[in-house]
């Protein structure tokens, strides 16, 4: 079964960036869309951005447009998510997700990492 990592996750001050990868040890991610998640305390998951398995196509939930970049590097076998100008309430779990078509919407998607832990303050 396909087996999602993330990694990149810290502490970064408001106006900070920071870099999320994805990647799979045993099998490859050519062939799926890879979608980005969040979750706050308290607050439902939330689809932040997507990415089509050849990387042409994209997209972004408005709350992020303009700040974060997802991007694919399929030799490396890892999908990114390049976050800059963060904000406070960008604070949360960020999880990435395999599935057939790219999407933000968590139903399009059949396998899912653990998470990493995001939080931006001073």
């Known amino acids: 079964q396909l087996q999602l990592v993330e990694s990149g996750g810290g502490l970064v001050q408001p106006g900070g960036s920071l870099r999320l990868s994805c990647t799979a040890s045993e099998f490859t991610l050519d062939y799926y869309a890879i979608g980005w998640f969040r979750q706050a305390p308290g607050k439902e998951r939330e689809g932040v951005s997507c990415?089509?398995?050849?990387?042409?196509?994209?997209n972004y939930a408005d709350s992020v447009k303009g700040r974060f970049t997802i991007s694919r590097d399929n030799a490396k076998n890892t999908v990114y998510l390049q976050m800059n100008s963060l904000k406070p309430e960008d604070t949360a779990v960020y999880y990435c997700?395999?599935?057939?078509?790219?999407?933000?919407?968590?139903?399009?998607?059949?396998?899912w990492g653990q998470g990493t832990q995001v939080t931006v303050s001073s």
């Open positions: 990415i089509s398995s050849s990387g042409g196509g994209t």
């Open positions: 997700a395999a599935g057939g078509l790219p999407s933000i919407l968590e139903y399009e998607y059949d396998y």
